[in-house]
């Protein structure tokens, strides 16, 4: 087996896909922006962040994005360059002189496999990085902000004897406005007094309770307080949607330590377990993209057909990528099976085109295997 050497060919091969690859990664990455903006931007004008903050967070969030879409940039990259070399005549110059199918697949797979590494460094330092910082801009200068300002209407909760309702309340300034409180005897489940108060102050001890009518419920009788407290330790935050930081986004290595703690503890680690081998997955999809783009190619010599059909394998990927990462997290699949369940479909797939057109041997037998069926089929019918 002759592997292929960074010669005149292999150097020309190389510089047109880093071209392309820059030109398709540049498009991908404005596109992707720009909708993370557009879905975002009330989300920092209301927190009330300034011009910087939001370049910065967009800036840190940057590497992040070139991971997540190298795969599908490589994949039309290869697609749009080898859709170039047939329309310039320079395959049909290539095969003439002797260059086969086989050279092209062991060099993409080459070169595919080095931006396989180089993906798994950049995603797990680089972009992984990036995420944290962003993620902390999101959680702390944008979600809290916007908490900050967040009110509670109509809330309601049950602790110890005590049912609460509040017309609004205000978790992160500790006040609530216009409270109900019902206390239950806790032998007899029976009502036995009733609370309202117009407003109040919360802390780690208790509500404290202003201008409170309270009414029990034995005979009706009503009572005026200028304060009353109510021995409630329920977090009121607790009721907002704050974002909560998910382990499976850690860098591998550290992912890898969790994973074996949690494990020493008896803890289920299916989820994490399958994020750890789809951070291995994802990035050596690129070899995948790289056979998925040889055996497109293989089909059609329009280009713009091939592009078409290269939009549909990405969305198809993804799809079948997010299904076997859920059922592996569900404990449906092994983590690993899961995590690899797109690269192994699509390889075997893929490998099977590029098989039958670089094997004429390959080809050959398949035929005769089908034609000895034929017979069978037919004696078996006579």
């Not at 209301?46 to 969030?61: C, E, H, N, P, W």
């Amino acid at each position: 087996m002759t592997w292929p050497r960074l010669g005149a060919l292999s150097g020309y091969l190389v510089r047109q896909n880093l071209f392309l690859m820059a030109t398709c990664l540049g498009a991908g990455t404005f596109i992707y922006l720009m909708a993370d903006l557009a879905d975002r931007l009330e989300h920092f004008l209301d927190a009330g962040l300034s011009m910087r903050q939001i370049l910065t967070y967009f800036m840190v969030k940057t590497p992040l994005i070139i991971s997540q879409i190298l795969p599908a940039v490589f994949l039309l990259a290869v697609v749009l360059q080898l859709g170039l070399m047939v329309r310039n005549r320079e395959m049909i110059a290539l095969r003439a002189g002797g260059l086969s199918i086989g050279w092209f697949i062991r060099f993409f797979l080459v070169y595919a496999l080095v931006w396989s590494f180089g993906q798994l460094v950049f995603s797990q330092f680089v972009a992984s990085y990036g995420e944290r910082e962003a993620s902390r801009i999101w959680r702390e200068d944008v979600r809290k902000r916007q908490l900050d300002k967040q009110s509670i209407k109509n809330l309601w909760f049950r602790e110890g004897p005590y049912i609460v309702h509040a017309g609004e309340a205000q978790p992160t300034s500790s006040r609530v406005n216009d409270v109900t409180v019902y206390e239950f005897d806790r032998d007899t489940s029976r009502l036995t007094r009733i609370m309202t108060a117009k407003k109040g102050l919360v802390d780690e001890h208790g509500w404290g309770l202003l201008d409170v009518w309270e009414i029990e419920t034995s005979d009706f009788t009503a009572t005026r307080l200028l304060t009353n407290f109510i021995p409630l330790r329920q977090n009121m935050r607790g009721f907002l949607n704050e974002d909560s930081t998910d382990r499976s986004d850690l860098p591998l290595w550290h992912l890898g330590r969790v994973i074996d703690e949690l494990k020493e503890s008896g803890s289920n680690v299916e989820r994490l377990r399958t994020a750890w081998h789809g951070k291995w997955s994802y990035a050596f999809s690129i070899l995948t993209m790289a056979l998925l783009a040889l055996a497109l190619s293989s089909f059609f010599e329009n280009l713009y057909v091939n592009l078409v059909l290269s939009l549909v394998v990405v969305f198809s990927y993804y799809g079948i990528y997010v299904l076997g990462i859920t059922t592996g997290q569900k404990g449906i699949l092994p983590p690993v099976l899961g995590a690899w369940l797109a690269n192994v479909i699509f390889s075997t797939l893929s490998s099977m085109r590029l098989a039958w057109l670089s094997a004429p041997h390959f080809t050959a037998r398949v035929h005769r295997v089908r034609d000895r069926l034929a017979r069978r089929l037919t004696r078996s019918e006579a």
